[in-house]
């Protein structure tokens, strides 16, 4: 099983700010990687897949790089509505696995 | 739009059995493979079990092998998922997401999500 490995697990950003997340996998996936971005009490959307490709209707603000082993997602200017858990997924094997989450609170 | 609605949660005991249904709207039901996943209460997210768009494939994690079951009624749009000998580990937010692939042979990323339903195993 490929575990995903995020850091930190909690970012302390002001409104603004640039906030930076890691995700780092214990082999390769290529670019078979997504990011999702989840608020208290629902569920988790889509922001970037294929490491880089924002899904619809995601903000610019929000890019994705990395592949193989490491990956980064960059939220430029944090916006009220940026405050949530971050999630990153591989898809380039089965079990397809998530990293633990990086929460994105107010400083 | 896209819609997933997730159905069939509730309270259960150590070793019953419940049953899951999603029932989706807005897409081509049978041109997308369709995931399970689930949350357990403040915890991160878990891949459980896929079904490829034909309904020829399934892919489960081991955690839930050989005691949950996927299927999907294509005629209807809706997928389902039996689970038997329920654990208190099974305790979640289960959710039915649609893969981001339209026709793909296996499992990707989820483009579209339910809002969930609650699982409680418990004595």
């Known amino acids: 099983e490929i575990v995903m490995t995020q850091s930190p697990a909690t970012l302390s950003v002001s409104p603004g700010e640039r906030a930076t997340l890691s995700c780092r996998a214990s082999?390769?996936?290529?670019?078979?990687f997504a990011w999702y971005q989840q608020k208290p009490d629902q569920a988790p959307r889509l922001l970037i897949y294929?490491?880089?490709t924002r899904a619809t209707n995601i903000p610019a603000r929000f890019s994705g790089s990395g592949s193989g082993t490491e990956f980064t997602l960059t939220i430029s200017s944090l916006q009220s509505e940026d405050f949530a858990v971050y999630y990153c997924?591989?898809?380039?094997?089965?079990?397809?696995?998530f990293g633990g989450g990086t929460k994105v609170e107010i400083k | 739009q896209v819609q997933l609605v997730e159905s069939g949660g509730g309270v259960v005991q150590p070793g019953e059995s419940l049953r899951l249904s999603c029932a989706t709207s807005g897409f081509t039901f049978n041109s997308f493979g369709i995931h399970w996943g689930r949350q357990a209460p403040g915890k991160g997210l878990e891949w459980v079990a896929f079904m490829r768009s034909d309904g020829r494939y399934e892919w489960y994690a081991d955690s839930v092998k050989g005691r949950f079951t996927i299927s999907r009624d294509n005629s209807k749009n809706t997928l389902s998922l039996q689970m038997n000998s329920l654990r208190a580990e099974d305790t979640a937010v289960y959710y039915c997401?649609?893969?981001?692939?339209?026709?793909?042979?296996?499992?990707?990323?989820?483009?579209?999500w339910g809002q969930g339903t609650l699982v409680t195993v418990s004595s």
């Open positions: 082999q390769s996936v290529r670019s078979n």
């Open positions: 997924q591989q898809y380039d094997d089965w079990p397809l696995t």
């Open positions: 997401a649609r893969d981001g692939v339209v026709g793909g042979m296996g499992g990707y990323y989820f483009d579209y």
């Open positions: 294929g490491a880089s």
